[in-house]
């Protein structure tokens, strides 16, 4: 591996625990709304959907924020959903109301339909991306590959949208354990064949999003969402490419399970700003890296403000390896991109101009 | 106080940690929605302000769910924002959007302009509808009178309404601390005057409910919502009326920080799902009672599921004293007011007809 003092390889060090000359910084949803070149770029795309599957539109969006600011690490430009969309359940996107299926699950009948997509066929636009991507990243920075995690996909399968509380599909969990088992295990498949697509195509860190895990009680988290991400890592362990790759998972409030999470043989957890970094890695201890966990509103106060809650972020962490600073959830459209510098300059402890 | 075996004072001893011959249960927002008598009476009042703002209709459906069910105490029916609104934000419901502030605070001047409403003139619908309950209910169970937390009102009064990141009232505290201060103090004494009047007409346990107080950092939530909470309890431990009231603290999603939510002085934590009741309990030892914690989703589950999934919030919390079973957030729409009778029989070890 190179050396500790380079934009090229801090994100990747952090995430091995070794020591680096700064913390390494990337933001979720960092390729977004609140940036006017991607607000420029997602209307010549005509739809969000014409933007994720049109590989050289999402890798003109991906390098726009590593561009702009010295972020450590790109994140592929893609959603959640496009595997489920792959599995045939029509996504589609309703304006002011965010992502729907057409066709949900509904019954172990419909379960039992599924499959697992071939990520270089039917999502063959998601590879294409990542070797733009890494084209024209040109190694600046490592670029992270990403897929939604079984529970949450399945969220969204169940209650064919977004949901406030998510109770279609936690009573299906519930009254149809077997058929929820079965959609879970062919969901961690498809994702782990999505993720090892990703990573032969050239992506340099994985990361699974699981948004909805943190709805569940500590004992259906580990049996309806946990499980399955240990499930991932065993598969990924099994394959050429990304064997190598490091593995961030991130259950959104699901802090009451930090444990079984590290010990799901990932490399890294993101976290979010509802527990504090030093409590978080007392409780995980020297398994796994840490990423986040900036509160995202923290980016609409003054730049002091934030330059001041950035400190408090990083000493709670304290002087080890292992942290990656993000946010605890995806940067807002309401955003001014001059703070998300003030952010990055004050992770770096470079001094304000 | 009476023997343990009687249903009027089940409840109020669990809160003091006294031995019981069942758990006692009641069901947050037990009075609504998901029962036909409550819709007739919602139909009959015109609006659902109309309903909270007349004493008599209150009454009749804070009732409604302790004449159906073998529930172990009644809490009165009323919306958090009554507060605000006797401030003169002019509270209103729009149709599908919950509830709106007409004139939000939005600067330290708005701030300056709000006073602590006597609650026997602009609120005197409120402790007549106690007493009316008070003399409805003739002693089968305790009374419950509650109000929001001056976080979660100073969310309502800075956004205008709900929202999914509350990001404005969030800059407002990180920008303008000291008028963020002032608006929480000023709620702290409103809602502790508020409280205690419902105390004096008869209120014989009280509640606050910290809806959004887990959408804050530790940090933030122990300085803006947790130091506001320990306020009312001083304030309370000083009144006539409501010193030997038990008081439950309920900060949804604030599982962080449970700790300096026990010291605040109150008798009882509520608690949300996403923590289990054994490490709860180990966390915050015997200073306090704990109410929940069933994830309210179980209701939509077949009656064998919620029996074993409220057998599992049992065995969690333990052959102590000190448990007052709940769900972890309120009741919804769509529950058969059946699986409700399934759950209430289960909580207190009767065998299902």
Same mark, same amino acid.
């Given at each position: 591996?190179?050396?500790?003092s380079?934009?090229?390889?801090?994100? +990747?060090?952090?995430?091995?625990?070794?020591?680096?000359?700064?913390?390494?910084?990337?933001i979720?949803?960092?390729?977004?709304?609140?940036?006017?070149?991607?607000?420029?770029?997602?209307?010549?795309?005509?739809?969000?959907?014409k933007?994720?599957?049109?590989?050289?539109?999402?890798?003109?969006?991906?390098?726009?924020?590593v561009?702009?600011?010295?972020?450590?690490?790109?994140?592929?430009?893609?959603?959640?959903?496009?595997v489920?969309?792959?599995?045939?359940?029509?996504?589609?996107?309703?304006?002011?109301e965010?992502?729907?299926?057409?066709?949900?699950v509904r019954?172990?009948?419909?379960?039992?339909?599924?499959?697992?997509?071939?990520?270089?066929?039917s999502?063959r636009?998601?590879?294409?991306?990542?070797?733009?991507?890494?084209?024209e +990243?040109r190694?600046?920075?490592?670029?992270?590959?990403?897929?939604?995690?079984?529970?949450?996909l399945a969220?969204?399968?169940?209650?064919?949208?977004?949901?406030r509380d998510?109770?279609r599909?936690?009573?299906?969990?519930?009254?149809?354990?077997?058929?929820?088992?079965?959609?879970?295990?062919?969901?961690?498949?498809?994702?782990?064949?999505?993720?090892?697509?990703?990573?032969?195509?050239?992506?340099?860190?994985?990361?699974v999003?699981?948004?909805w895990?943190?709805?569940?009680?500590?004992?259906?988290?580990?049996?309806f969402?946990?499980?399955?991400?240990?499930?991932?890592?065993a598969?990924?362990?099994?394959?050429?490419?990304?064997?190598?790759?490091?593995?961030?998972?991130?259950?959104?409030?699901?802090?009451a399970?930090?444990?079984a +999470?590290?010990d799901?043989?990932c490399?890294?957890?993101?976290?979010?700003?509802?527990?504090?970094?030093?409590?978080a890695?007392?409780?995980?201890?020297?398994r796994v890296?840490?990423?986040?966990? +900036?509160?995202?509103?923290?980016?609409?106060a003054?730049?002091?403000?934030?330059?001041?809650e950035?400190?408090?972020?990083?000493d709670?962490f304290?002087?080890?390896?292992?942290?990656?600073?993000?946010?605890?959830?995806?940067?807002?459209p309401?955003?001014?991109?001059?703070?998300v510098?003030?952010?990055?300059?004050?992770?770096?402890?470079?001094?304000?101009?």
């Amino acid at each position: 591996m190179a050396d500790a003092s380079d934009r090229s390889n801090r994100f +990747l060090r952090a995430l091995a625990r070794q020591p680096v000359d700064a913390t390494p910084v990337w933001i979720m949803r960092q390729a977004g709304r609140y940036l006017p070149e991607y607000r420029a770029t997602r209307e010549r795309a005509g739809s969000f959907l014409k933007l994720a599957q049109t590989p050289e539109l999402a890798c003109e969006v991906t390098l726009q924020p590593v561009e702009r600011f010295e972020l450590d690490a790109a994140i592929l430009f893609s959603d959640i959903l496009t595997v489920p969309d792959a599995m045939g359940l029509g996504l589609h996107f309703v304006d002011g109301e965010g992502p729907k299926l057409a066709r949900p699950v509904r019954s172990a009948a419909d379960v039992a339909r599924l499959g697992v997509p071939d990520p270089e066929q039917s999502l063959r636009y998601v590879p294409d991306a990542v070797r733009l991507c890494r084209r024209e +990243l040109r190694g600046r920075v490592p670029l992270i590959g990403f897929a939604g995690s079984p529970w949450t996909l399945a969220c969204y399968m169940i209650e064919g949208q977004g949901s406030r509380d998510f109770s279609r599909v936690k009573a299906f969990a519930l009254n149809e354990p077997a058929a929820m088992h079965a959609l879970l295990d062919v969901n961690a498949r498809a994702v782990a064949a999505y993720l090892a697509a990703q990573a032969a195509a050239g992506a340099q860190a994985l990361m699974v999003f699981d948004s909805w895990g943190g709805m569940l009680a500590p004992a259906m988290f580990e049996e309806f969402s946990c499980r399955y991400l240990a499930e991932i890592a065993a598969l990924l362990r099994d394959d050429p490419h990304a064997r190598d790759l490091p593995l961030i998972l991130f259950s959104k409030g699901a802090n009451a399970s930090l444990e079984a +999470l590290a010990d799901t043989g990932c490399a890294a957890l993101g976290l979010d700003w509802t527990i504090t970094l030093d409590r978080a890695r007392r409780r995980v201890g020297d398994r796994v890296a840490l990423q986040g966990n +900036l509160d995202p509103a923290t980016l609409l106060a003054s730049p002091d403000v934030i330059r001041r809650e950035v400190r408090r972020v990083l000493d709670d962490f304290g002087p080890h390896p292992g942290h990656v600073f993000n946010l605890g959830h995806g940067i807002t459209p309401d955003v001014d991109p001059a703070h998300v510098a003030v952010l990055v300059d004050a992770v770096h402890g470079k001094i304000a101009a």
